[in-house]
């Protein structure tokens, strides 16, 4: 690779591409991180993971100060949301996390480089920006992330009708909300905007919320969102939207068949999904081949059908997670540099960031089910954990699955406080092979939460203590 400008560029500077670019530059190769926006962080920290995180938490925070202290003997009155504060607060978080990305590169010696990267062929990439050149790399990993999905009829203007990047720029409560889709971000940032005092409804295709979870999960969550005053229409399409003096007014149908009706909100929030954002990057030209869903088609080495040109993150088969996209970051660079990196894709977490919150990892039950496999399921209730009950943060339970001869855990799936933490344990174990035996004679602090992981896996085996 010494006859190049460098030993890796990478295109995009999201999760996966600059942890991508440090790995590779840690293990000695002459490497460069391109991105076309002025700041670094991709989606993820820019317009996505982060903060939306910021708006959830201090959302739960107001919403904690308003009806639950006074249970605990706190008495707040006059608690005032000022979105104008909140809104600087995620900004702020921003800012300095996109600043720290730059000085990660500066540090580890990535040369950055800002502008449009199109690849003009095997090893060659053009960049238009402030600086256009054309640099030449050993190799070239793609990690441009992805885009929000359209909705046929409904044109998003990031003011009345929003994706999630107008979602998080509100300028104001709106009255009345409307979120088409019942996934991560249709629910996480239904919960921002309803906590802040918004009436909300949750419009989804399907019959059931967090499509491709755990259906028992699934459905605990949707109780408890409509709990907290959340309204649903599952199993609804909607066909049109139209911008009125007042906001806008969707058309929607029963996706069974049946008579049309209207909904009336101020804001919209679109969130059928993510795409892979490939355009413009010069895929066709060299013959990089894609799936039937716009992704870019790798080996297990990442490679893509063209010798030197790899593809990470959310343009590559697999789930749409920042957490992916950097694991596999670190492999493709290990083997670029000659080593053997590995994914456990098995082993990736999902965490929807309600209240409560929901992680999983691993096979659901209707999954295995599917595949005829055999396996025991051990359940346990945070109603029935000391420290749950402390904290009055007692809705959920946690799930665990384990293969009913080898007693190996095929999959842990919660629903309640903090279960984005909690789920590291089940991460762990499954990474290893463990069964629910080994979670179950692993001594766990008490009074904590993660008990309860502990108590499912003895449920496992019909051992439960404390329930």
């Excluded at 002025?38 to 107001?62: D, F, M, Q, R």
């Excluded at 949301?81 to 809104?87: G, I, N, R, Y």
């Excluded at 969707?250 to 101020?266: F, I």
Aim: charged share 20%; glycine share 12%; proline share 4%.
């Amino acid at each position: 690779m010494s006859e190049h400008e460098f030993d890796v560029l990478v295109i995009g500077a999201g999760p996966g591409g600059y942890v991508a670019a440090i790995r590779a530059a840690q293990l000695g190769l002459r490497t460069a991180c391109v991105e076309r926006t002025p700041t670094l962080g991709g989606t993820c920290l820019n317009v996505g993971c982060i903060p939306s995180k910021a708006l959830l938490h201090t959302s739960e925070e107001y919403a904690h100060a308003k009806t639950k202290l006074a249970r605990h003997g706190v008495k707040v009155s006059g608690v005032e949301l000022d979105l104008d504060a909140m809104m600087a607060h995620k900004d702020k978080v921003v800012g300095a996390l996109t600043k720290g990305v730059a000085g990660l590169l500066e540090n580890n010696d990535v040369t950055h480089l800002q502008g449009h990267a199109r690849l003009t062929g095997p090893g060659t990439v053009a960049i238009e920006g402030p600086e256009p050149r054309t640099v030449t790399a050993g190799a070239v990993v793609i990690a441009t992330g992805s885009v929000s999905a359209p909705l046929p009829g409904v044109d998003v203007d990031e003011e009345r009708i929003v994706t999630s990047t107008g979602a998080l720029a509100l300028p104001e409560v709106p009255a009345r909300m409307a979120v088409i889709g019942a996934g991560y971000i249709g629910l996480e940032m239904g919960s921002v905007w309803s906590r802040l005092g918004a009436k909300v409804t949750v419009i989804e295709f399907l019959d059931r919320v967090l499509p491709g979870m755990d259906s028992e999960v699934a459905t605990q969550l949707h109780r408890l969102l409509r709990r907290q005053k959340i309204a649903f229409k599952l199993g609804s399409k909607v066909t049109g939207a139209e911008r009125t003096n007042e906001g806008v007014r969707l058309s929607m149908e029963p996706v069974a068949g049946g008579d049309s009706t209207t909904l009336d909100v101020d804001v919209v929030l679109v969130a059928v999904g993510r795409r892979p954002n490939t355009e413009g990057l010069g895929l066709d030209d060299l013959g990089i081949a894609l799936d039937g869903q716009g992704r870019i088609e790798v080996n297990e080495r990442f490679e893509t059908s063209v010798p030197g040109v790899y593809a990470i993150g959310d343009v590559i088969a697999g789930p749409m997670l920042a957490h992916k996209a950097e694991e596999e970051g670190i492999a493709v660079a290990e083997i670029i540099a000659g080593g053997s990196g590995h994914v456990n894709h098995a082993t990736i977490p999902g965490v929807v960031y309600t209240a409560p919150e929901v992680a999983t990892v691993g096979q659901t039950e209707e999954a295995l089910d599917d595949a005829g496999v055999e396996y025991t399921v051990g359940r346990f209730p945070f109603a029935a954990n000391g420290r749950a009950r402390a904290m009055s943060v007692t809705d959920g339970f946690v799930k665990v699955l384990a293969d009913a001869e080898t007693d190996r855990v095929l999959g842990v799936h919660i629903v309640g406080h903090d279960a984005g933490t909690l789920i590291a344990e089940a991460v762990t174990i499954m990474e290893f092979g463990g069964s629910a035996e080994d979670i179950a004679r692993t001594c766990h602090a008490h009074p904590s939460l993660n008990e309860a992981v502990k108590e499912a896996a003895l449920a496992v085996a019909g051992r439960a203590i404390h329930v």
